[in-house]
């Protein structure tokens, strides 16, 4: 893969050069599109998925089969080593929410490079770290908070990583992330746009107002964000 392609990926653009080294010549580049499962609770994760555009959600699968989302990745970081132990089954289904790319890398590669490189190591923990931080905030807005504020939050999760105003997104797949009815989305939905934060059409959701959709959000975002900042983990482009 070019140079130019890997570094799109944060985490593996703030790797020492030393250790991009280790996984680069066995990185292949492979898209996803939306919809699109990357590998399912119960499964093997046998690679790790660097996500250079595009948006890939973990989703928490209940035993009726309903799921709700528990955290969003995008270029920022990693999938694949963050749903359980390196190399061994999935505990969370990892589900294309936005189309793109990622540089994918055999999951023996990354834990033999993992093995020799303590700084890598640090980088991985630190991203892990943040990640189950935004797990956890997200299960207590999802209990705590009003389903606008929270559909505020999850739209500016989204936006942080789409790298566009624009989303491809129907009510049903809101409601899905969210776990409410799809009706309950059209509602809430039509409350922000009343105010001009955001735009629907036929599948599609555009953010309007971006500092007044951060208004009408909990504070779950802001807090998100600070964690990230504070364990030096790369940001997407609206910090």
Same mark, same amino acid.
């Given at each position: 893969?070019?140079?130019?392609?890997?570094?799109?990926?944060?985490?593996? /653009?703030?790797?020492? *050069?030393?250790? &991009?080294?280790? $996984?680069? *010549?066995?990185?292949?580049?492979?898209? =996803?599109?939306?919809?699109?499962?990357? =590998?399912? /609770?119960?499964?093997?994760?046998?690679?790790?998925? =660097?996500?250079?555009?595009?948006?890939?959600?973990?989703?928490?699968?209940?035993?009726?089969? &309903?799921?709700?989302?528990?955290? !969003? $990745?995008?270029?920022?970081?990693?999938?694949?080593?963050?749903?359980? *132990?390196?190399?061994?089954? /999935? +505990?969370?289904?990892?589900?294309?929410? $936005?189309?793109?790319?990622?540089?994918?890398?055999?999951?023996?590669? =990354? +834990?033999? !490079?993992? +093995?020799?490189?303590?700084?890598?190591?640090?980088?991985?923990?630190?991203?892990?770290?943040?990640?189950?931080?935004?797990?956890?905030?997200?299960?207590?807005?999802?209990?705590?908070?009003?389903?606008?504020?929270?559909? !505020? &939050?999850?739209?500016?999760?989204?936006?942080?990583?789409?790298?566009?105003?624009?989303?491809?997104?129907?009510?049903?797949?809101?409601?899905?992330?969210?776990?409410?009815?799809?009706?309950?989305?059209?509602?809430?939905?039509?409350?922000?746009?009343?105010?001009?934060?955001?735009?629907?059409?036929?599948?599609?959701?555009? $953010?309007?107002?971006?500092?007044?959709?951060?208004?009408? +959000?909990?504070?779950?975002?802001?807090?998100?964000?600070?964690?990230?900042?504070?364990?030096?983990?790369?940001?997407?482009?609206?910090?």
């Amino acid at each position: 893969m070019s140079w130019e392609l890997i570094v799109d990926n944060l985490w593996i /653009a703030s790797l020492d *050069p030393a250790d &991009r080294k280790r $996984i680069e *010549p066995h990185l292949n580049e492979r898209p =996803f599109t939306q919809g699109q499962v990357l =590998f399912d /609770a119960g499964e093997a994760v046998d690679e790790v998925w =660097f996500p250079m555009d595009g948006v890939v959600s973990l989703m928490t699968v209940l035993a009726d089969e &309903r799921m709700v989302e528990t955290a !969003a $990745i995008g270029r920022e970081g990693l999938v694949g080593v963050t749903c359980g *132990p390196l190399n061994a089954r /999935a +505990s969370s289904r990892a589900i294309a929410q $936005i189309e793109g790319s990622a540089a994918c890398c055999p999951a023996d590669v =990354f +834990s033999d !490079a993992l +093995s020799k490189s303590e700084k890598m190591r640090a980088a991985l923990s630190r991203f892990t770290e943040s990640l189950l931080a935004h797990v956890q905030q997200t299960a207590a807005c999802n209990a705590q908070h009003r389903l606008d504020e929270r559909l !505020a &939050r999850w739209l500016l999760t989204l936006h942080d990583r789409a790298d566009a105003d624009r989303f491809e997104l129907t009510q049903q797949d809101i409601a899905g992330m969210l776990g409410v009815r799809r009706a309950t989305v059209s509602e809430i939905g039509t409350m922000l746009e009343d105010r001009s934060l955001i735009a629907r059409g036929r599948g599609w959701v555009e $953010i309007l107002d971006r500092k007044g959709l951060e208004k009408a +959000s909990c504070g779950c975002y802001r807090m998100m964000r600070a964690v990230s900042a504070d364990l030096g983990v790369p940001l997407p482009k609206f910090g």
